[in-house]
């Protein structure tokens, strides 16, 4: 069972970037996509970007596009969410997932990592 692990949060403010990383526990890991959600204080998880195969498609959500830019980095097999110019409002537990095909449910998820912004 492949296990994911966030990591790079913490509390920051208002303006400021933070990078997430995201590594699986098998290095040869091969997952159809990857994603990244984010789940604030009472209220629902929310999509946030996918990035599907070794980067050749991403998406973002609208409340984070042109901010929040996913990434894969091979040499390691993280998946990455660089996060410019946050805002209050994305202070969330951020998690990533995995699902091993395009009809697939987000099969793996991490543990998530706690993103503050302070305003």
């Known amino acids: 069972q492949v296990q994911l692990v966030e990591s790079g949060g913490g509390l920051v403010q208002a303006g400021d970037s933070l990078r997430l990383s995201c590594a699986a526990s098998?290095?040869?890991?091969?997952?159809?996509?990857m994603g990244w959600f984010r789940q604030a204080p009472g209220k629902e998880r929310e999509w946030v970007a996918t990035i599907i195969g070794g980067g050749r498609i991403t998406e973002t959500a609208d409340s984070v596009r042109g901010r929040f830019t996913v990434s894969r980095d091979r040499a390691d097999n993280t998946v990455l969410l660089e996060m410019k110019n946050l805002k209050p409002e994305d202070t969330a537990v951020y998690y990533c997932a995995a699902r091993m095909s395009p009809f697939d449910v987000w099969k793996y998820w991490g543990q998530g990592t706690q993103v503050t912004v302070s305003s």
């Open positions: 098998i290095r040869t890991f091969s997952p159809h996509a």
